[in-house]
């Protein structure tokens, strides 16, 4: 089976699919990643080829297509424009994936995949490309749900999707069930979503692998004579938040006045040479974190609430604070709450007083991780990878 995974140029975006891909391989199969050209360099480390899209752009290149950036409505430094924050959620996220991103990414697909011949498509629920090239060929398209709370099923979006449908030759459809044709594989399980976000197209599986790397030593030779704390914001967020607004420096401070051991991921292009912040003497600060692997160990994570990170944090069992910036992460952080696995701070008003006092909330109060340990338990009772590879082959 010769499978293509399609994922926006974000990698973020294209990380969650890295599993699956190796999965696959593993199992005898084909695997390509259709993406943009400024992720070869990540997919080559990973194992992984690319068909690169020429005209997929990540979003610190949207400067060379200024036309373009603004009809998806970003700015030339792929931030979004206040337009698009104000327009109602399904027609943003049409506006944004589901258009011109979509159309251009699609027909770049086809000329990509002549020499690959995919029997199906996975794509990462952001990227309709995959999807309108797969009902374009005439093939599966399983959909893996990366951001289960963000509206990707919402009825505004269907002006923007039919005008790439119809561009593409493809005839236009009355509502959004088109995309849940074909599975949407999610790495949690049902009861993370709310009730209405549950389709009967949901399948559920345990996300496959165990990182085999090896911890960093100086991360690895801190104190362990108090609780480990890790604080990451994620890999967009230094180009989404000005220095000025980051709760970068609050969340140091905060950590510093706790009786813990704290890891501050600063970001992959800061050095901690550079940092002009606190430097709390029990804080180690880090351009990157390896997240997965240290997550187990924890016994809190201090999260901006992006999807990876929230699944990751489950899965090891790990409570969390959430100090939600954009996109899905409100959502995110609420739902959080909701399941009693965490409490959220709104990034405005959390000053390093209201940040220290709810992280000591979440150590000490049992009551956050025994729900983050029993939603462990209902993660590791989804069926596995192997399961899910079957699976697929069963639709081509």
Same mark, same amino acid.
């Given at each position: ?15 969650? $699919? ?84 979509? $159309? ?25 490309? !995959? ?149 709390? !003497? ?84 049992? $009551? ?5 340990? !029993? ?22």
């Amino acid at each position: 089976m010769r499978v293509l995974l399609t994922s926006l140029t974000v990698y973020s975006h294209m990380l969650p $699919m890295v599993p699956l891909a190796r999965a696959l391989q593993s199992a005898g199969h084909q695997v390509a990643v259709a993406t943009g050209p400024a992720l070869a360099d990540d997919l080559d480390g990973l194992g992984l080829p690319i068909l690169p899209l020429p005209r997929a752009l990540s979003p610190t290149e949207m400067a060379s297509d200024p036309a373009f950036a603004r009809n998806i409505g970003l700015g030339l430094d792929g931030v979004p424009l206040p337009e698009l924050n104000m327009m109602e959620p399904g027609a943003a996220i049409g506006r944004l994936f589901a258009g011109l991103t979509a $159309m251009r990414a699609a027909e770049d697909m086809l000329a990509a995949v002549s020499g690959f011949g995919p029997d199906l498509v996975v794509r990462e629920c952001t990227e309709f490309g !995959g999807y309108l090239l797969a009902d374009k060929i005439g093939v599966p398209c399983v959909t893996l749900d990366a951001s289960p709370l963000v509206p990707i099923r919402h009825p505004g979006l269907l002006p923007r999707l039919n005008e790439s449908r119809v561009t593409l030759g493809l005839s236009p459809v009355n509502d959004t069930s088109a995309l849940t044709r074909d599975p949407w594989v999610s790495w949690l399980p049902e009861s993370w979503y709310p009730a209405e976000l549950r389709t009967a197209a949901h399948r559920y599986y345990r996300a496959p692998g165990e990182p085999t790397e090896t911890l960093d030593p100086g991360i690895a030779g801190l104190p362990a004579d108090q609780p480990f704390v890790l604080a990451t914001l994620g890999s967009l967020t230094g180009h989404m938040v000005s220095p000025e607004t980051s709760p970068l420096p609050r969340i140091v401070e905060a950590l510093g006045t706790l009786p813990c051991t704290a890891v501050v991921a600063l970001g992959r292009d800061a050095d901690p040479a550079d940092w002009n912040g606190p430097r709390p !003497g029990n804080v180690h600060l880090a351009s990157f974190v390896q997240q997965r692997l240290l997550l187990p160990a924890c016994d809190l994570f201090l999260t901006h609430a992006g999807f990876g990170g929230v699944r990751e944090a489950l899965t090891a069992g790990v409570p969390m604070v959430a100090l939600p910036l954009y996109a899905d992460q409100p959502a995110n952080a609420q739902r959080l709450a909701e399941l009693g696995v965490g409490v959220v701070l709104r990034p405005d008003e959390a000053d390093a007083t209201a940040l220290a006092a709810e992280c000591r909330q979440v150590l000490h109060d049992s $009551m956050y991780r025994l729900a983050a340990r !029993g939603y462990q338990r209902r993660i590791l009772s989804l069926p596995g990878t192997d399961r899910l590879v079957a699976d697929l082959t069963t639709l081509v």
